[in-house]
């Protein structure tokens, strides 16, 4: 078996590699956030099989796994296509036991998680050294949301990136507030990067808080300075993202 990250969004945006294995497999265990293009990298003659969750709906974790062991048990190259990178909120860890636990080998393909990807895509750069030293990476889902070191991370100089905030930007900006973030932080959020439907919107903590995330999910939201509107990803007006940041 084989897992592959699909990359963030965009078919182009998979690993040589990871195209090269679908190009090679007998079955496609997908889900919806992969592109739907990569589906046909594979053989026509492949399985295609479709995995995707929801809020509510699509197969358990173990249902997946259990058609991943039972098309490998008969032979079958399969390939588990996720997206993003596998190992990044992906759950591809646990997808790896259970396969391996079953005695079939896995090599596990890596992919340009969206968590770097999509903050890119939109001109920002984590880590502009005139404004962040570090980012980190969090989960908005909203068992994440009440677990979470808010302190910690609202202390922190780093730039944040919340995957899985559609429904919890609200939340996440409150507690980041109420932790001691500067209320006029910047915020973006990525919806769909890499994608023609790819959007962007800028504003700050104190309008995420009140207004919540502008978009649906797929959407990467990014806080901190390095996260203000610029006129072009090229020419970043380093002036007005250092005002705001003091400003906060
Ligand atoms: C369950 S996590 C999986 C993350 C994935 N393993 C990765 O490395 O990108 C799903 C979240 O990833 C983010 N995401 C994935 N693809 C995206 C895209 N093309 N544009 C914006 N956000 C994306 C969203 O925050 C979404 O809610």
New binding site residues.
């Given amino acids: 078996m084989t897992l592959v990250g699909a990359g963030?969004?965009g078919a182009d945006l998979i690993t040589v590699r990871g195209a090269n294995a679908l190009r090679q497999a007998d079955v496609i265990v997908y889900d919806r956030?992969a592109d739907p293009e990569l589906v046909d990298f594979a053989p026509a003659a492949a399985e295609r099989i479709c995995v995707g969750k929801g809020k509510g709906f699509g197969p358990s974790q173990s249902d997946i796994c259990e058609v991943i062991v039972s098309r490998a048990r008969a032979g079958l190259h399969v390939v588990r296509l996720?997206?993003?990178?596998?190992f990044?909120?992906?759950r591809g860890g646990e997808e790896v036991e259970a396969v391996e636990s079953a005695g079939i080998d896995v090599e596990v393909v890596p992919?340009v998680?969206?968590?770097l990807g999509?903050p890119l895509l939109a001109g920002i750069s984590l880590t502009d050294r005139r404004l962040a030293s570090s980012f980190t990476v969090l989960s908005g889902h909203h068992c994440a949301v009440s677990d979470h070191d808010w302190h910690t991370s609202a202390q922190s100089a780093a730039t944040l990136v919340v995957?899985?905030?559609?429904s919890t930007a609200d939340a996440v900006a409150q507690r980041l507030i109420e932790s001691g973030r500067a209320p006029l932080d910047p915020v973006a959020f990525?919806?769909?990067?890499?994608?023609d439907e790819q959007r962007v919107a800028y504003c700050d903590l104190t309008e995420t808080a009140r207004r919540g995330c502008p978009f649906p999910?797929?959407?990467?939201m990014v806080v901190g300075p390095v996260a203000a509107r610029t006129t072009s990803p090229q020419m970043p007006s380093i002036e007005d993202r250092l005002l705001a940041s003091v400003a906060g």
């Avoid at 990525?190 to 994608?195: D, I, Y």
């Fill in positions: 963030p969004g956030l996720k997206g993003g990178d596998p990044v909120f992906g992919g998680s969206s968590a999509a995957l899985m905030a559609a990525v919806h769909a990067a890499g994608t999910s797929p959407t990467v």
